[in-house]
């Protein structure tokens, strides 16, 4: 989908007409994979805001307050922030708040400012860890609250809604390792089919009752403040369910690019979300006790089952959406060096974006299926959801401030001016949600909190090994010339040494030449980096130095978005004089027992918690594709 979604933008002549095909099918695709979780919001969103535990009679000045205040949150957060401003923030196509987090370090990284670079590191970090929250959130409401039509058709069958929304997620787990090319063909048609039938259903009730558009007059929702005070502000803590999702608009850019998002949005979700909601908000106002399930009472009787199916459909492609983009956060979590190695398994020979990592699958299904059991329903879930996306949409915002004004080098005065009202929105709707925190929004700031402590301490603790096996480095050209007066035995064949430094000898090499007294007659010494940028160039993917004495430095740098391979890389270096075969060559890896000490910049706790994470993250071996039957590792004590 990547390179598909770039070409639309190229100037390959393509006549008009395919070009707008191409157009209308990423536009389709967009449709399933960005807007499944905000398209699904009618389901709960207006439900909630007129719940008991607020006590809001549903009069004519409220309803119309509620529905201007969700109207004008989906204009000004979800199409101009996101939709005109934040997908500008691209890193190359790719979005996201990791992607934009690399995108701000390029910039810190220049100036070497490493406080505000740390500061930076933290926030985004702390922003990605509420993602995974989100992503753990947003299946069990929307399949609760796809099944909560149920109760429309009989209360008796509430009884059965808990069962079958575990049942429903439990399959769509284990359906992950299958991955989800088969199912993203339909995910467009289904989210279509959505769209069209709320947009009708919505539709038809206001042609009933045409007044209902008076509330988009943002006035209505002025005086729903001016009227109810910190009450009102409450209820913002519910009307933000209507915007959640925004965030997948700018984490799936790299999947789509930025037109067919934008189109997807205008042509098909912004009309039907507007028709639903002004729908619901008639009949509320038509029938009072609507109220209590307004989406679902739209539908005549007839259509409540084929509407619970089409619901249920949708729902799953929105949580599909979120598990994808959660195994797609933390890949590039773990190039840019976040989190340890995870199995990161390729379910498509095709397309290089859809992935399965079954670490992660495991914890987002558990999450998902406990939260189901303890919550038992969408309205009870609200608080959880709303902490998770309203979090992630301040520091979304905060970073495109930095990006805006140290990178785009806009005015001072602009960039202030514009985030400042974003972040007035954002706040708001935040300071809400924060009110909610013993009603169980503490379950995203406690899953976030633990998940920022993981990630941080592994930065951290790697940039801290980095520097141990730095300083234990000896001086290449000293080595080499103590080879030279050595005269050691060479064996035929290559040896490649796995190094995360560019410089000096590393550590491994050492140990092998200590204990083993002979050397290849072809040495490389191979460093694999991670860029801040999705993808790297191949004119500036590898770089090869002849050092002498048969020994080669090779450098390859990867983006966040690619997986490297090793023994792909000394093929390509072959070009640059390296004569290895494949079956001649082994490959030498450290594995490191590390010792925590106390005393230094990280607690004794962390160190301990790195190093548990570090023995347990994924061998070198497996990540980047060497032969097992080729490796050869050497262990090694270090007091960190």
Not at 228 to 255: N, P, Q, W
Not at 485 to 511: D, Q, Y
């Amino acid at each position: 989908m990547h390179s598909l979604a770039h070409s639309v933008s190229t100037d390959t002549p393509l006549d008009k007409d395919a070009a707008r095909r191409r157009l209308a099918a990423l536009s389709l695709g967009a449709l399933g994979v960005v807007y499944g979780d905000v398209g699904t919001s009618p389901l709960y969103a207006l439900q909630e805001c007129f719940s008991p535990h607020y006590g809001l009679k549903p009069t004519l000045a409220n309803v119309y307050g509620i529905l201007s205040l969700i109207i004008w949150s989906i204009f000004l957060v979800v199409a101009l922030k996101y939709i005109v401003f934040i997908l500008r923030a691209d890193n190359k196509g790719e979005g996201g708040i990791l992607a934009l987090l690399a995108l701000v370090l390029q910039r810190e990284h220049e100036s070497g400012n490493r406080t505000r670079r740390a500061v930076l590191v933290a926030i985004g970090l702390f922003g990605a860890a509420l993602l995974y929250g989100d992503g753990i959130i947003t299946p069990p409401v929307s399949v609760l609250g796809a099944m909560e039509g149920l109760v429309v058709i009989a209360p008796s069958l509430k009884a059965y809604i808990v069962p079958i929304a575990f049942v429903v997620l439990l399959l769509l787990f284990v359906a992950q390792k299958r991955g989800t090319g088969g199912l993203g063909t339909v995910f467009g048609p289904v989210v279509l089919l959505w769209f069209v039938t709320i947009g009708a259903l919505g539709a038809v009730e206001i042609a009933q009752s045409p007044g209902v558009l008076r509330a988009l007059n943002p006035w209505y929702g002025v005086a729903f403040f001016l009227e109810h005070g910190r009450h009102a502000f409450v209820i913002l803590g519910s009307v933000v369910l209507a915007i959640t999702g925004a965030e997948a608009l700018y984490a799936d850019m790299g999947h789509f690019g930025r037109q067919p998002i934008r189109l997807a949005f205008f042509v098909a979700v912004l009309p039907a979300l507007l028709l639903n909601y002004f729908g619901q908000g008639a009949l509320i106002l038509r029938d009072p006790s609507a109220a209590a399930n307004p989406f679902y009472r739209l539908a005549p009787e007839w259509f409540l089952v084929p509407l619970i199916i089409i619901a249920l459909s949708a729902a799953i492609v929105a949580s599909q959406a979120l598990i994808s983009g959660a195994f797609s956060l933390t890949q590039q979590a773990v190039q840019l060096g976040f989190v340890p190695r995870v199995t990161i398994v390729h379910t498509s020979k095709r397309e290089a974006g859809q992935i399965f990592i079954p670490e992660v699958n495991v914890l987002l299904m558990v999450g998902c299926l406990l939260l189901v059991l303890i919550f038992k329903s969408a309205g009870a879930l609200a608080a959880a959801y709303g902490i998770a996306v309203t979090g992630t949409m301040v520091i979304t915002t905060v970073l495109f401030a930095v990006v805006a004004y140290r990178r785009w080098q806009w005015p001072l005065w602009s960039v202030v001016l514009l985030t400042s009202a974003f972040l007035a929105v954002d706040l708001a709707f935040l300071g809400a949600n924060l009110l909610k925190i013993a009603a169980g929004g503490w379950i995203p700031l406690v899953l976030a909190s633990a998940l920022f402590v993981v990630m941080f301490t592994w930065k951290q603790g790697r940039a801290r090994l980095t520097e141990i096996m730095r300083q234990g480095a000896l001086p290449l050209e000293l080595l080499l010339s103590d080879l030279g007066r050595r005269r050691m035995h060479r064996v035929p064949g290559t040896a490649v040494f796995m190094t995360g430094a560019t410089n000096g000898a590393p550590v491994v090499l050492l140990h092998h030449l200590k204990h083993n007294q002979v050397i290849h007659e072809e040495v490389i010494l191979l460093s694999v980096l991670s860029a801040e940028v999705p993808a790297v160039d191949d004119a500036e993917r590898m770089t090869v130095e002849s050092l002498g004495h048969g020994f080669f430095r090779v450098i390859a740098t990867f983006g966040f978005m690619e997986t490297p391979n090793v023994p792909t890389i000394i093929e390509r270096a072959r070009a640059f004089g390296i004569t290895g075969r494949p079956m001649e060559t082994s490959y030498y890896v450290g594995r490191e027992r590390l010792i925590p000490s106390r005393g230094g910049t990280m607690w004794r706790w962390r160190k301990q918690l790195f190093s548990v994470m570090s023995r347990n993250a994924r061998s070198a071996t497996e990540y980047f594709g060497i032969p097992s039957n080729r490796v050869v590792e050497l262990g090694a004590q270090i007091e960190f």
